[in-house]
């Protein structure tokens, strides 16, 4: 997955570089030269988001951008990850009470190597030590299952992360933005109505990018934490027939 990120922030810093060349350098252009910038006709949300990004102020959006491209990242890594791990859990364990039935202990653990995913692992973990008492195994199976759980919710603190951040870094740019809206109307001399609502747009867009950002990785987070929770749910279910199976074949 390291390849992954690598690859994302590359684009990421493609994606921004030209843009933000067209900033004018010693910040966001003065508000009379936005104002008598001309508009271009149609175009395409692209050129509207690019519009507004250079309006914004380079500098602020730029991190606002990378917070979205390494949030993104992190969420991608984790549902590629979680729907690796989905299975067949059903089929998984009636194929092994098959061959626990058959006292096929061996090829019941090489059907779990095979198949991937957590509530193969925890099987597995549990005929290893289908010799010991029950509770020694159901122990084991719930200490082996803790550990599993915790892979499952791996990166999910940095995406987090990266919802706090990606608001925190527009209202970072909106006070900035507010500052230098004062010191144009200082210079100026003047409050003009041009003057003032263009520092507002300013100031209010890196506010505008950072809560849509923060909404968009909100919606993949809640995501990956729906596939987390069913995959515990299996989980739990399988540990509940192992111990089944494992306690008929005891019984024998």
Known sequence: MKRLFLILLYVAVVAITPVAAQQPKGGPAPMEMRNAEP??????IHKVLKTKYIEGGAGFMSLVALALILGLAFCIERIIYLSLSEINAK?????????????????AKELCRNTRGP??????????????????????????????????????????????IAPSLGFL?????????FDQIQQAG???TAIVA????????????????ALILQIFYNYILSKIEHLEA???ESVVSLIDIIQSYKRK
């Open 39 to 44: 508009e271009e006709d149609g175009g395409g």
């Open 234 to 236: 299996q989980m739990e």
């Open 91 to 107: 089929k998984l364990m009636a194929d092994i009470e098959t061959k626990v039935t058959q006292e096929d202990i061996e090829g």
């Open 119 to 164: 509530v193969a692992s925890i099987c597995y973990q549990g005929l290893l030590r289908i010799k010991d008492n029950i509770d020694d195994i159901q122990r084991s199976i719930e200490n082996y299952g803790d550990v599993q759980a915790s892979n499952l919710e791996k990166g999910c603190s940095w995406i987090k992360l990266f919802i706090a």
């Open 173 to 181: 740019g909106t006070v900035i933005g507010m500052v230098m809206a």
């Open 198 to 213: 263009a520092g507002m747009k300013f100031a209010l867009i890196t506010t505008i990018f950072g809560i849509c950002v």
């Open 190 to 192: 003047d409050i003009s």
